[in-house]
Each structure stands twice: as structure tokens, then as C-alpha cells.
């Protein structure tokens, strides 16, 4: 057995000994990808057979102190390798060579002009160019998490990650035409997920921005003048209301007597046939005038019931009686509070108050302009249909 396959049995079982779940990146697995991708750098900077054995010497032992001191492991490594290799008097220049090159893959990399530490270092950051980068590293941070005993948050650590792959350029020929074109690709992922981190924080941010945008809007808002708008608007509309229930009521009270004028002519009306049609066309005129002004002023209103579906669903408006009229106390006032307590709900219900009490004005007012024009134009029709009675009537007779 050569030296290579000694080392390789030595560390496996001093990795396997050691190893812990925690360490979901620097395992057996890791070392074993260190040196193959040792060997194949080897083979194309066409080293020596002697350099090629020091490189993958250094390979094997280069995370072999990782697991006494994750902070230190580069001594430490170089510590179990010189050991190791001293006990089976491995010459001490190639020893050095071996240790050399394990303590120069600590980051930052010092300067160094040994092809074969540039090699080590090179072939340890082979991940850095793997299609399974994205999941490597993350390995890497759950690792570090249960190191440092602290939560690394992920927006953190991929900026840090990606400051590193700035920073880090392979040293060797070989490893640049092995890694440098697909280390980019990945640099490119890390760049698209800290962009999809600010995206995300930027959303929340623009929340949270617009949500102190409306409370401030809500604290500027006059609350006095509003409620006074409320009040007046509410006034002017009972007020309007009420004018036209009197105009209504004048105009059924008008043409009642008129109607009823008709009714006692009509005693002696063969006395005077001729005016039989204008006294039929005034009383026609009267009659449609009252039914408008009449329905000028019929009350409209529901079944005064609502279910706690419709409040939810805001359907109903708690401050109109014919929706609340035939409810129970206790059910009206749950509901009422609630929306007391739901400043923009209660606002929306203020307006809708206000919104309907105008449709109703609008029916009241559309209903009494047929009236008054009924009665005005029906008026001036009867006189004159009494007029021409008069004229030709007496001649026709």
C-alpha cells in the first residue's frame, strides 16, 4: 500500500470517527471531491509524479482538523499531516511541501508561488463552479449556523457569498479553464436571488409605506369638518324633505277641494250641459295630480330584517330604519357597535345614508314636477276647455 492509499484509509476513518450531522458541507464527501478535482488539475498543469503525490497528500488532510476547530482547522490539518507522514518517515522537504499547501487553502489565500498550493487551492473551491452550487452553499450556511450557534438570515449570507465570488479569481491555468466559465453562471444565480431578496423587501417596504401613508392621511383628515359635513349635508337633506312633502300636500289639498267643487256643480250641471266636458277634463286633471302628489309622499319600506351574512358583507345600511325596523335589540346593537368600532365601515355606512336619502329626494322631487306640471298645464287645458264652452256652446244649444 503507497502512501496515497494509507492517507486515504487514515483520514476516511478519522472523518468518519468525527463527523456529526451538523456538518452537512465539510464531510467525507467534500475531501473526496478536494481530490479528484486535485488529480485532475495535476494531470492538466502536467505535474511531476513527486508533485502530484504532495498534492494529493495535502488533498486528503487538508479538512482534517475541521472537526476539533473549525476556526483553526488549516494548523490543525497541517498538524495531523505532519504527523502522520512522520511516523512513516516520509522525508521531511516533502512534508513541509504537504503542510505548505494545506495552510495556504486558509481565506483569504496568501500569496504563493508553489504551483502545487495554488493546485489545493484551486481544486478546495471546485464548488464554486458545480451545477449543485446553489444547494452546496446552502449546505454551507445551515453548517455555519450550527457553529456559530446563531441564525445566518439568508439575504445576509448570500451578499456575503456574493462579495466573496467578486473577490475570488483561481490561480492556476487550469483551474480557470476548469471552473472560471461556470463559476460566472453561478455568480449570476447568487446575483438573481439577492435581486429577488431586494424585490421582496422592497414590496414590503412600498406596504408598509402606503399603509403609514393612509394612517396619516386618516390622523390629517378634519375629523370635526367631516362630522359637520355629515350633519349639514343630513340637514339640508330632512329639510328639502320636508318642503316637498308640503308642496305634495298643498297640491292634494288644491285640487281635493277643486274635485270636490266639481262634485257640487255637477248637482245642477244639466242646468248647463256645455259644461260637462271641461268640468269631466279639470276633474281628470285634479285626480292624476293628486295620485303623483301622492306618491310624491308614499313612504317606502322593507321588511326591516337582516342577516349577519349581509353585515359582514357590508349589504345593509345599519343607520336607515326600514333595514332595522322589525330586528331584534340585541342582534340591531351587536351590529351597530361593530361597526362602530370599524372606522372606515362606519363612514361608508355614513355616505351610503347619505347616497340613498338623495335617491329618495330625487324620486320625491321627479314625482312632484309631474304633478305641479299636470296641474299647471291640465289647468290652463280646463279653463280654456270652460271658455270655448262658454263662447260656442250656447250657440250650438
Known sequence: MNMIQEAEKYVTKL?????????????????????????????????????????????????????EDYSNHEELSARNARVF????????????????????????????????????????????????????SEQLREEKQALYKREIPPKEYWEGTLVFLQNHKYKTKCGKKLFAKKKEQNYQKVVAKIKGYHEKELRKLNEKVEKLESQNMKLKMPQRGIETMFKVTARNQINLSSIADSKANLMISVNSIIISAIFFIFKNIMDVPHFIIPCIILLIVCLVTITYSV??????????????????????????????????????????????????????????????????????????????????YGLILSVAAFILAAIYQPLMW
Open 85 to 136: 507522514l512522520e511516523a512513516r518517515n516520509y522525508p521531511e522537504e516533502k512534508i513541509d511541501q504537504v503542510t505548505q499547501a494545506i495552510l495556504h487553502t486558509k481565506i483569504p489565500h496568501p500569496p504563493c508561488d508553489n504551483p502545487v498550493c495554488n493546485a489545493l487551492c484551486d481544486a478546495d473551491l471546485y464548488h464554486l463552479a458545480s451545477k449543485s452550487y446553489m444547494k452546496s
Open 295 to 376: 306618491m310624491a309622499t308614499r313612504p317606502i319600506v322593507t321588511d326591516g330584517k337582516f342577516s349577519e351574512e349581509d353585515v359582514k358583507k357590508k349589504r345593509v345600511n345599519l343607520l336607515f330604519f326600514g333595514n332595522f325596523h322589525d330586528m331584534d335589540l340585541g342582534i340591531y346593537s351587536k351590529a351597530l357597535k361593530g361597526m362602530m368600532t370599524d372606522y372606515d365601515e362606519l363612514y361608508d355606512s355614513l355616505i351610503k345614508d347619505q347616497y340613498y336619502l338623495g335617491k329618495v329626494l330625487g324620486k320625491k322631487y321627479r314625482f312632484l314636477r309631474i304633478s305641479y306640471t299636470i296641474f299647471m
Open 15 to 67: 472523518i468518519e470517527d468525527a463527523i456529526k450531522p451538523i456538518y452537512t458541507y465539510h464531510n467525507l464527501e467534500h475531501t473526496q471531491n478536494v481530490v479528484k478535482h486535485s488529480i485532475k488539475i495535476s494531470e492538466g498543469l502536467e505535474f511531476s509524479e513527486e508533485q502530484k503525490e504532495i498534492l494529493i497528500l495535502a488533498a486528503w488532510f487538508h479538512d482534517s482538523g475541521y472537526y
